[in-house]
């Protein structure tokens, strides 16, 4: 079953300019991760934000995280053509199994130089 | 150190035919993890295994799917008896456990891209 649903599906914007997608799920969780993946390539873990933490910030990027909206989002400031990917959201699920990450369909994210 | 390593890199078969799918976990990690993931689509959970406990298998889609794994290192995926619809990218990863395992990030391969004719 889907927890995690990324918005919008694709985004398309030039070099500099900022990038936010979006993330909502369904049931309590303990953390909230974002992964990006290369075309061809496997999933590169990006940031985990934790169920009592609101934002948190890792070079470029800034997760917020909405508890009572069930939502997330990511921000990429200054964006560059290498951050041409797809992202995703992957939710845990509060009292269930460790090992039972659910992920969104993931946004694809298009930098042009 | 190595990261987490999946065999073959692409594997293309007959319907019907079996299929083994290898994983080789970052060394010291306890967690490993299976999943699928279609064309286009997000990851689909198969297995969990963590240490000697018994693996969460929930995400199995069919009992032709069956994972092992050796103690703490190499899994293999075994498809049995495979279908058109089983094709798909089969991504591997592993975490490590202990003191707020609850948090840990897992660690990808690049995956096998199965393709089934």
């Known amino acids: 079953s889907q927890q995690g649903e990324e918005d919008p599906q694709a985004l398309s914007i030039q070099e500099g300019e900022n990038a936010t997608m979006n993330c909502s799920y369904k049931t309590s969780i303990n953390n909230l991760q974002w992964y990006r993946q290369n075309s061809g390539r496997g999933l590169v873990h990006l940031i985990l934000i934790r169920s009592n933490e609101r934002e948190k910030h890792s070079g470029r990027l800034r997760v917020t995280l909405d508890t009572s909206k069930k939502s997330s989002s990511l921000l990429i400031t200054a964006s560059r053509a290498a951050d041409t990917a797809s992202y995703f959201c992957?939710?845990?699920?509060?009292?269930?199994?460790?090992?039972?990450?659910?992920f969104g369909k993931g946004t694809k994210l298009s930098v042009k130089p | 150190g190595a990261g987490v390593s999946q065999s073959p890199s692409n594997k293309v078969t007959e319907k019907g035919k079996d299929v083994e799918l290898r994983c080789d976990p970052i060394s010291g990690h306890t967690a490993l993890y299976w999943y699928r993931q279609r064309l286009g689509q997000g990851l689909e959970f198969l297995i969990y295994?963590?240490?000697?406990?018994?693996?969460?298998k929930s995400g199995l889609p069919s009992d032709r799917f069956s994972a092992e794994r050796t103690g703490e290192s190499v899994s293999t995926l075994t498809i049995q008896r495979t279908q058109q619809e089983d094709s798909a990218v089969y991504l591997c990863a592993s975490s490590s456990t202990g003191m707020g395992w609850l948090h840990q990030p897992q660690h990808f391969g690049d995956g096998t891209r199965l393709s089934i004719l």
């Open positions: 295994f963590q240490g000697n406990s018994a693996p969460d």
């Open positions: 992957a939710t845990d699920h509060y009292g269930g199994s460790q090992g039972n990450l659910i």
